[in-house]
């Protein structure tokens, strides 16, 4: 499947990945020693919801601006804020007009000490991301296939790091790259903090993708899935997924609290469903 981003900008798949992306930025800030992002397929940073590509779907209106017009508990309302807070930043008439993608959450979290480095291969949308963060010395943009990020780029010098990969799905074996690019990253930067966004369309594509990690023998990994529909043997979007690799000690169940909430709100289904759990724990096979 194609995953463009442009296309998809808000929806709820932008939603669940992008809450979760705060948390783990927020989870980086405890510490007061810098940390990069390194985000492996940024897209643009900004994406226009009337433009060609959002306006051709509308997602937008079942993800994001769901998530705006509903009122959570107290519990839940503190962890989704810092996005909410973003995403109202974005619109300050209070108008939905403009998306902000990962580097853009991701640049409003950072600290005066921390930095990101944001990647992207296709030349008008790495054209359009150079412009946005155009003279901004803590954002370092680059023109290059995000996968070589997985290598060259580990580990940050700044020791402590997020690695974001999220790619489009335009080609076939995306879920091979991933757990192929992960293992390689482990083997250069143990200590980091991954975040896998994949698609939760074929379902025996995701088990071949868990079953992969899991043989990698990587310890602290875990897996996340909401989805808004049962599955279907049509070719459509029923979920999304995110592993995270060395997850902040809080995530699993600040997740188990926000998924049902966000399940509620998100599902097109009543019986959709969502998963936390681990493919594998603290200890790894001897």
């Keep these: 499947m194609n995953y463009r981003h442009a296309y998809h ?5 932008d939603v669940v990945k992008h809450v979760i992306l705060t948390r783990l930025v927020l989870y980086l800030q405890r510490k007061d020693q810098a940390f990069r992002v390194i985000d492996t397929h940024a897209g643009i940073g900004r ?3 009337q433009g060609v590509e959002a306006g051709k779907t509308n997602e937008w209106q079942s993800g994001v601006g769901r998530l705006l017009e509903t009122k959570f508990d107290a519990s839940v309302e503190a962890l989704i804020k810092p996005y909410i807070e973003i995403v109202r930043a974005e619109n300050a008439d209070g ?15 950072l600290r005066r000490q ?20 155009a003279g901004d010395i803590q954002v370092r943009v680059t023109k290059l296939d995000g996968w070589l ?8 010098k700044e020791k402590r790091g997020l690695i974001l990969v999220d790619p489009p799905f335009e080609i076939a074996g995306e879920f091979d790259r991933l757990a192929e690019g992960l293992a390689r990253a482990h083997k250069r930067y143990s200590g980091g903090t991954y975040a896998l966004w994949y698609p939760v369309k074929d379902l025996s594509e995701v088990r071949n993708f868990v079953a992969a990690l899991r043989q990698t023998n990587i310890p602290k990994i875990l897996r996340t899935e909401l989805m808004i529909r049962p599955p279907s043997p049509e070719p459509r979007l029923d979920g999304t997924g995110m592993i995270i690799v060395n ?4 995530l699993a169940d600040e997740l188990r609290l ?10 097109e289904e009543t019986n959709a469903g969502f998963t936390v759990d681990w493919i594998r724990g603290e200890q790894v096979d001897a």
Excluded: Q, V, W
């Excluded at 291969?121 to 054209?127: E, G, I, N, R």
């Excluded at 997850?247 to 809080?250: D, L, M, Q, S």
């Design 47 to 49: 994406y226009d919801l």
């Design 95 to 109: 108008k939905m007009r403009h998306y902000p993608g990962s580097p853009l959450i991701i640049r409003r979290l």
């Design 258 to 267: 926000l998924f049902p909430a966000l399940s509620k709100i998100l599902s």
């Design 114 to 133: 921390d930095r990101l480095s944001a990647l992207e291969l296709h030349p008008h949308d790495a054209d359009t991301l150079a412009a946005l963060f």
């Design 247 to 250: 997850p902040p000690f809080t």
């Design 149 to 156: 990020a997985m290598g060259a780029h580990l580990p940050p």
């Design 9 to 13: 900008a808000g929806n709820f798949a």
